[in-house]
DNA sequence: AATGAATGAGTCTTCATTCAT
DNA sequence: TATGAATGAAGACTCATTCAT
């Protein structure tokens, strides 16, 4: 360590790229060793930079954590926001938020590990950022309810708090399999089973039909329709 | 090494008293600080045992942590063990087995922290004796499924896996909105909130045919969408 | 290590043989370890004794090492007194005396081991037992040299502390390669090797004399050379 | 981790500067005290340097250790490069090369004490760089006797091997009762001791004149002469 | 804007030795 | 005589953060 090369001159870079090139560095960091084993000097060193440049843009290794978390849960929503409203009905709605959930688990496995392990637990957690988008995340499922609730798909007493913490927390859990390295994550399988398994609490007594949209025989005929949709994604995985 | 003279007599205590000792010290210790900043010092100073002699107890700070939440658990089983068999109907036991669980959160929450944080993302979690015993916690509540199907109570088909999950998850993220203070845990209320959501899921839908009886042709519909139904599964069951 | 078995009543022994349990012990545990890497509680739990009752036999970590090695040196010590008068002939006796310290380094070199490293360096060495014992065992060659004088094999000048620590200092750099582990050590060989060596060095030039009776012109060149010898001696003495 | 302000100005020093400092320090604190018993803290604090500023540069206790001797030997060998070449004749070299190491032993004991207890014994002793530099320091040896075979000095089948052993090894020995505190060394006499036990051992029989080189007369002549060469040294260092 | 040397408190863990029973 | 629980001082090493240049 004492014998490491001197140092070359000090390389200028816009405020930008060096701020994107230090949450780059220490995303990956933070997700190879956690963030109480990753070492500031070590974001640096893969940032290119001093560890006192570091300083300049982040005032602390946390909140250098928040920031990388932030990022991401940023780009999660933006991609909800480009896809959701493309899809219509609310069973097929919920089966997106499931799934795209677990891809998201399942890919970005060391992120989602940081969120539920570092970042929750802290002690300002409920007044951070974080918080607020991890708000905005869940509100997406709240949202869905509230609409579903409204066309009548759902029954009006959906206990949506209830609903949010049973399917997220359940896809926590289901993930926690995947994140100790046991079994692969067969992510359509599990929105299947998991959206099946809640349908059957939140949805409209379908005998209630009467005061749906159209006739019964309509709103029969939608849901023929959407079992017809299931048959056929259990057909592609099967493949 | 010690050459200083002896400060006072040592407290001659039997084995097991002290290990108790320590143990309670160290629950202490790391329900008030969380593993990471529980001090080895502390805890043997409030157990009024020098480190050395904690040492000559538990092997780490970490078998310490794994000891402490052994006997919680184990507590917690025998609880089970001793409530659940007086209990009898399937929705009364699932209710218990939720309120239990929701009694414990509110009453251990720093306990129930640990197991989520400091335990459960350990590399070798898998293999440990803390792992064994959470699957036998788990497990209580896929003996009351299985009994529950086995008695025409829920369906045939209940995904016992997912339930789990979403039980314990839904159970946790409760409880985060606990752990992090804010608001007090009704657990009557939550529990029934609950069950109610699961139970729409899972129960045999016995209620359902007298009020849906409905037209000739929406009884078809009807029956053409359960068969939609169980070909799906079908169909996954075969991959 | 909490959850030892408990221990069953303790067990009354002749003192000698608890010592020399406890000596048996050491004696393996510093040979495995070294003497720093060596635990007394392992010594103890080998010799079937707790802690406090080996205190009882030796005051210290550091006099059982002693004790030890001076067991061991006694017992060298005996095998020379046994072989030793047996061997006639100078040459043949320094032969004996240097394959003998060969052979003891390659069986016992863990032992040798010890004295080197840790016994010889120690403050209070030259005070020691273990020094004493050191004295009598090199004595041995001391006396071999003079008997070798005496008897007109050897030259007269013999510097026997100079060969003495040749002979032990290069049996020891000797035995190094095989304490770290390079090579095999094959004593017959390095004997004879040594000892040639050695033999050039202070035999007396018996093959000379003889056929070197020469001319009054020689003769007196050697007593000129022997003047020159005994001046430089002197010189150096003045010093 | 450290909140509390800062006590004073840092003392900003250029790299090198503080890595010879800390060096000096480490020197220092081991020679008086042995590796074990040598304080990382006590060295910092003589380099005038907290704890982890030293870890900087250094990183761990025994790589430090094995700097401060490889410099030691470096400088060692640099002596022997200068002076060496100087020297004529195989018995001068010789000589030298006894009486340099003697003078090194005799300056810096404590060093050569670390050489012997703390180096040499360790587990990747063979790999380490000290090694290399050792065999370059012995291999002077090898090559001022290779040259004396060459030039017709030595005999053609001097242990070269054995040599070294009996050299370095005797050398050590010696040593030993300086470094045990018994006795001045007097480096000129234990070298000439030395070297005329070893050279009678190495050096071509010169009483087989007959069949070597010239009369009985000449070989006497010869001897003669060096007999007075090492009269002329005795009274160089007489002065 | 960038550097990078310096900080220094804090942590777990080890182990020879003692002594009341 | 034997136990073994208790001691307690010591020691190497880490790392987020600062600030003079």
Known sequence: MSRA?????????????RERDILTAARAVFCERGYADAG?????ARARVVEGTLYKYFESKRVLLERVLEGW????LADYAEHLPGIRGTRARLRYILWRHLRTVRDDTPLARLVFLEVRAHDDYPTSPLHALNRRYTGLLGGVLAEGV???ELRADVPARVVRDM?????????????TGRGRLDIDREADDMLRLLWGGIARPEAAPPQA???PLEAQLRRLEQAADRLEAASRDAR
Do not use: F, M, N, Q
């Open 150 to 152: 409204a066309a009548g």
């Open 213 to 215: 949209a159209g006739t």
């Open 73 to 76: 849960y940023e780009s999660l």
């Open 5 to 17: 090369a001197r140092a070359r001159a000090p390389v200028r870079l816009p405020r930008e790229r």
């Open 167 to 179: 399917v997220y927390g359940g896809l926590e859990h289901l993930s926690w399999r995947h994140l």
């Open 40 to 44: 500031v000097a070590e974001i640096a």
